[in-house]
């Protein structure tokens, strides 16, 4: 029997982020392996007009809990939600639902961040550093708390090219950056933003380093724990392999690339893809919870999950397994929206050339004019590219993670647990789990059909032949203004040409 899920059976645990990728994989997991826990308790808003408990049924609709309704038929009454909101004084929960978290929560799971690597300083502080002080400041009046995990990122330290299971000190304290958000105005913080996160390529990385320098200093009377996940991709097994619902990492790339938004990006072929599947951290964190209730370690210990150390996947190689992916089952039409009928399913590591991506947008938002359409492709592949060139600083660099503490909790593990909850990434083949990632964002996030498939390959080889064509065209226009303007150029046109008559 599985002493993981013997230990959340009867337990109250209080989940933030759990409308999120990795909360909603948490939430699930935990009711299918622990189908007697007594409640999980998650931290909302209404969205959209919905009201907490409309997003809940949401959430339980959708294909990743088929299987918990099998083994809890009732789930939807283990979950309560709770209003809160991040970015207010005290995250706005009342003071009835404080009370009640305070008399029964059990074990806290801090999944929720901003994730936004272009979040202006203020906005990512209040929500990965604030928001994680007041979690804290309520956790240390509960009294059955057993333990407090906390999801950073295994890239909070990327300034550093080797990384160990330990808290980096910033060189300003986060008290202090807290307290100057409060009086500081926009414009000045904007200025003093590239000086403060010093090394780091923006403020995701910089306030998630601060958020664990919080949870050092707030929790020290708790017991603490620290997952650092690096790359979060698509289920490798649980429930079902290929499961995303988001467009965040390689799956936005996946969906550019396949619609035929992208054509190629600026990558390191040798660099590593340090992706793990969002199952693997799920295993390690509820495993990380159990041994710091059960064993409650001292000083706090930090765990990487990462997959570069123990079996390292290149770009190059992800690259090559998408798209032999793309060639067995290639994307719809793109164009219920704009369709980029001027790129190519073209997903390579190499150097990419702006023009070739701006230039067929621009036609083809000149087409939607002349049909009296609103022209939208340009801010679509502008917003594309502004996305891609935040990535770049991830695709062209390896890191080195130390994982002492992960190898150490797999071996404090029974062999039932071990299975249950695996976190062994070394047992991944990489060309299998590739595959299905892009199959599952071709399914569970574009909603195609696989039936649509031989249509998909037709509509590939159309826009190949366009991108074709366009090119030639592109170069026979440059060629052209080359012999207009330059005599060099003219030079080389007569020595040529004759040669095509021999």
Same mark, same amino acid.
């Given at each position: 029997? @599985?002493?993981?899920?013997?230990?959340?059976?009867?337990?109250?645990?209080?989940?933030?982020?759990?409308?999120?990728?990795?909360?909603?994989?948490?939430?699930?997991?935990?009711?299918?392996?622990?189908?007697?826990?007594?409640?999980?308790?998650?931290?909302?808003?209404?969205?959209?007009?919905?009201?907490?408990?409309?997003?809940?049924?949401?959430?339980?609709? @959708?294909?990743?809990?088929?299987?918990?309704?099998? &083994?809890?038929?009732?789930?939807?009454?283990?979950?309560?939600?709770?209003?809160?909101?991040?970015?207010?004084?005290?995250?706005?929960?009342?003071?009835?639902? %404080?009370?009640?978290?305070?008399?029964?929560?059990?074990?806290?799971?801090?999944?929720?961040?901003? &994730?936004?690597?272009?979040?202006?300083?203020?906005?990512?502080?209040?929500?990965?550093?604030?928001?994680?002080?007041?979690?804290?400041?309520?956790?240390?009046?509960?009294?059955?708390?057993?333990?407090?995990?906390?999801?950073?990122?295994?890239?909070?330290?990327?300034?550093?090219?080797?990384?160990?299971?330990?808290?980096?000190?910033? @060189?300003?304290?986060?008290?202090?950056?807290?307290?100057?958000?409060?009086?500081?105005?926009?414009?000045?913080?904007?200025?003093?933003?590239?000086?403060?996160?010093?090394?780091?390529?923006?403020?995701?990385?910089?306030?998630?380093?601060?958020?664990?320098?919080? %949870?050092?200093?707030?929790?020290?009377?708790?017991?603490?724990?620290?997952?650092?996940?690096?790359?979060?991709?698509?289920?490798?097994?649980?429930?079902?392999?290929?499961? &995303?619902?988001?467009?965040?990492?390689?799956?936005?790339?996946? &969906?550019?690339?396949?619609?035929?938004?992208?054509?190629?990006?600026?990558?390191?072929?040798?660099?590593?893809?340090?992706?793990?599947?969002v199952d693997t951290v799920v295993n390690l964190t509820l495993a990380v919870g159990w041994y710091t209730a059960v064993h409650r370690?001292?000083?706090?210990?930090?765990y990487h999950c990462t997959s570069g150390t123990t079996n390292p996947c290149n770009w190059g190689k992800m690259g090559l397994q998408?798209?032999?992916?793309?060639?067995?089952?290639?994307?719809?039409?793109?164009?219920?929206?704009?369709?980029?009928?001027?790129?190519?399913?073209?997903?390579?590591?190499?150097?990419?050339?702006?023009?070739?991506?701006?230039?067929?947008?621009?036609?083809?938002?000149?087409?939607?004019?002349?049909?009296?359409?609103?022209?939208?492709?340009?801010?679509?592949?502008?917003?594309?590219?502004?996305?891609?060139?935040?990535?770049?600083?991830?695709?062209?660099?390896?890191?080195?993670?130390?994982?002492?503490?992960?190898?150490?909790?797999?071996?404090?593990?029974?062999?039932?647990?071990?299975?249950?909850?695996?976190?062994?990434?070394?047992?991944?083949?990489?060309?299998?789990?590739?595959?299905?990632? %892009?199959?599952?964002?071709?399914?569970?996030?574009?909603?195609?059909?696989?039936?649509?498939?031989?249509?998909?390959?037709?509509?590939?080889?159309?826009?190949?032949?366009?991108?074709?064509?366009?090119?030639?065209?592109?170069?026979?226009?440059?060629?052209?203004?080359?012999?207009?303007?330059?005599?060099?150029?003219?030079?080389?046109?007569?020595?040529?040409?004759?040669l095509y008559n021999l």
């Amino acid at each position: 029997m @599985s002493m993981i899920a013997a230990f959340y059976d009867n337990k109250s645990i209080l989940i933030t982020g759990a409308t999120g990728f990795l909360g909603k994989v948490l939430m699930e997991k935990l009711f299918r392996t622990s189908p007697d826990l007594k409640v999980i308790y998650i931290l909302v808003r209404p969205k959209a007009g919905q009201t907490l408990q409309q997003r809940v049924f949401q959430i339980l609709n @959708s294909k990743l809990f088929e299987k918990v309704k099998e &083994v809890c038929p009732k789930v939807h009454e283990k979950i309560k939600p709770i209003y809160a909101d991040l970015n207010q004084k005290d995250l706005a929960i009342s003071k009835e639902d %404080v009370k009640e978290l305070l008399s029964s929560v059990n074990i806290i799971f801090h999944c929720a961040a901003t &994730v936004r690597f272009d979040d202006p300083l203020r906005h990512a502080v209040q929500l990965n550093v604030t928001a994680t002080q007041q979690l804290l400041h309520i956790a240390s009046q509960m009294t059955k708390l057993e333990a407090f995990i906390h999801i950073s990122t295994a890239y909070s330290n990327c300034n550093l090219k080797h990384i160990d299971e330990v808290i980096y000190p910033c @060189s300003v304290e986060p008290k202090k950056i807290i307290q100057s958000m409060e009086w500081l105005d926009d414009a000045i913080i904007d200025e003093i933003t590239p000086k403060l996160i010093a090394g780091r390529p923006n403020t995701y990385t910089y306030t998630k380093a601060l958020g664990e320098m919080v %949870v050092q200093e707030e929790g020290s009377n708790l017991n603490v724990a620290i997952i650092r996940p690096s790359i979060v991709g698509a289920t490798w097994q649980e429930p079902f392999p290929g499961w &995303v619902d988001n467009l965040n990492g390689p799956s936005g790339l996946i &969906v550019a690339a396949g619609k035929g938004f992208l054509r190629s990006i600026k990558a390191t072929p040798m660099a590593v893809a340090d992706l793990i599947p969002v199952d693997t951290v799920v295993n390690l964190t509820l495993a990380v919870g159990w041994y710091t209730a059960v064993h409650r370690p001292k000083p706090t210990l930090i765990y990487h999950c990462t997959s570069g150390t123990t079996n390292p996947c290149n770009w190059g190689k992800m690259g090559l397994q998408v798209l032999a992916t793309f060639e067995k089952a290639p994307f719809e039409r793109a164009f219920r929206r704009p369709n980029a009928d001027f790129t190519t399913n073209y997903f390579t590591a190499s150097y990419w050339n702006a023009v070739s991506h701006r230039a067929p947008a621009i036609i083809y938002d000149f087409y939607l004019r002349l049909t009296g359409r609103e022209p939208r492709m340009t801010k679509l592949m502008n917003r594309l590219l502004r996305t891609i060139s935040m990535l770049e600083y991830f695709i062209n660099r390896s890191w080195e993670w130390s994982t002492y503490n992960t190898e150490m909790l797999m071996s404090e593990l029974s062999p039932e647990d071990q299975r249950v909850f695996n976190f062994d990434v070394s047992q991944l083949n990489w060309l299998e789990y590739i595959e299905n990632y %892009v199959l599952g964002v071709k399914k569970y996030i574009l909603k195609e059909d696989m039936a649509g498939i031989p249509e998909a390959k037709q509509h590939l080889k159309r826009l190949r032949n366009i991108h074709y064509f366009f090119n030639t065209a592109l170069f026979l226009i440059i060629w052209c203004l080359l012999i207009a303007r330059s005599q060099m150029a003219r030079n080389m046109w007569f020595f040529i040409s004759p040669l095509y008559n021999l």
